[in-house]
């Protein structure tokens, strides 16, 4: 095993930032029921928690997270979601992990709008205004900033897909460098869905006509945070809608979750007719394989766009594999049974670890089966993520960092 891989501080404040990523959320989420997204967004981040707690041997942090987490997942599907309550159950999970964590040694953090969790705005601005981007992330929004250099934006956008490109627009810009970019951001089909907006710092009299045709909007008043923070909100609200009722998930081009769910349902009625299994297998990286340092986010998005094309590479045309947007993959196969998914599995995770041009350090896998686990898609989604929670308390920390040894 390297070393350099272990390194305790880097896991206490992974632990530290997801600690403050989920007080964040405490505060958003108190009335209502969450919406589904939230709830997968809430899984991610419980899940990194829990792998986190795993490798600094920190013995309440998973089955406190673990129990939350299904809880959550139960109150939504019944609608009985209370505020109250979620708050005292998330306080717990918190609690238990301070208690843990407290007498640590403090690690410096690294910014939270760094590691590009929710969703990603991309800011082209030489000198942006603190004030709105630390209002985004409040909102759990991950905001990326960078000057402006065509080759830079463009490459950055296809890396990590973001919801939204923001422009800056002022009397000295390039005024036709930005339109050329714009028609190329526009155009570009592995681009498709995103917002793409140019906003003002400066007084200007009008814009080029050309320019305004390739964008989608325009955000005037930066100088009030409220202002722009609501009207950027609104939105990726609006892009959301747009993503998550596309057959097409746009980060990886593999099916979306809600594409899957529906064809599920044909599926597990065409084999309850036919008397015939299907199986589910749910992949996520194995979080306490990956070091703060390492949760670049680039690094991050290529190699999730890595194992997509290599789970596309590898399935059947009668199967299925589909992206939940959140770190987790589900490989649909039809007609295979129990022993055929398990061998499927180990194969995966023999070859992951084996190319290590892949970016994985190593991956999680759980399984669901029709008729045995379910035959309705929300039963079989559960519990393959069940099994993710049992292969997260059971792998032992040495396997999963050794498969990143040179």
């Known amino acids: 095993m390297n070393d350099k891989l272990w390194d305790s501080n ?176 526009r155009d570009d089909r592995r681009l498709d869905g995103i917002a793409l907006y140019l906003y003002f710092r400066s007084e200007m009299s009008e814009l080029p006509i050309n320019l305004l045709r390739h964008v989608d909007g325009l955000i005037t008043a930066f100088e009030r945070p409220d202002f722009v923070t609501a009207q950027i909100l609104g939105i990726l609200a609006r892009v959301n809608q747009r993503r998550e009722s596309s057959i097409w998930d746009p980060y990886t081009d593999l099916y979306s979750l809600a594409y899957l769910r529906e064809r599920l349902e044909e599926e597990i009625m065409r084999n309850q007719r036919q008397q015939t299994r299907l199986g ?59 022993r055929v998914i398990s061998e499927r599995i180990k194969m995966m995770q023999q070859q992951i670890r084996n190319d290590a041009d892949m970016g994985f350090g190593s991956l999680l896998a759980g399984m669901a089966m029709a008729p045995d686990h379910g035959n309705v898609p929300e039963d079989l989604f559960m519990h393959a993520d069940r099994t993710l929670w049992d292969a997260l308390e059971h792998v032992p920390l040495s396997s999963s960092l050794s498969t990143l040894s040179p």
């Open 10 to 185: 880097r896991f206490h404040a992974r632990a530290r930032i997801l600690l403050q990523h989920l007080t964040r959320l405490k505060n958003l989420w108190t009335l209502g029921p969450m919406t589904e997204r939230e709830v997968r967004t809430l899984w991610f981040y419980l899940f990194q928690l829990a792998g986190t707690g795993v490798a600094l041997d920190y013995s309440e942090i998973v089955p406190a997270a673990r129990g939350f987490f299904e809880w959550v997942e139960e109150t939504v599907r019944q609608g009985s979601m209370g505020g109250e309550e979620f708050q005292q159950r998330l306080d717990y999970v918190l609690e238990a992990t301070t208690r843990q964590m407290a007498g640590e040694t403090p690690s410096a953090l690294e910014s939270p709008g760094d590691m590009a969790w929710g969703d990603r705005v991309v800011i082209v601005d030489n000198k942006p205004a603190p004030k709105w981007e630390k209002a985004l992330r409040q909102h759990a929004i991950s905001v990326f900033t960078m000057p402006f250099s065509p080759t830079q934006v463009l490459r950055t956008a296809r890396i990590i897909r973001p919801h939204m490109i923001l422009l800056q627009v002022h009397a000295g810009s390039p005024l036709r460098e930005l339109e050329s970019l714009c028609a190329v951001l």
């Open 280 to 338: 589910i297998i749910a992949l996520t990286e194995d979080p306490r394989s990956v070091s703060v340092m390492d949760a670049e986010p680039g690094r991050t998005y290529l190699s999730i766009r890595r194992l997509a094309e290599y789970l596309q590479s590898r399935i059947r045309r009668s199967d299925i594999v589909a992206y939940d947007g959140m770190g987790r993959f589900y490989l649909v196969l039809f007609e295979a049974n129990r």
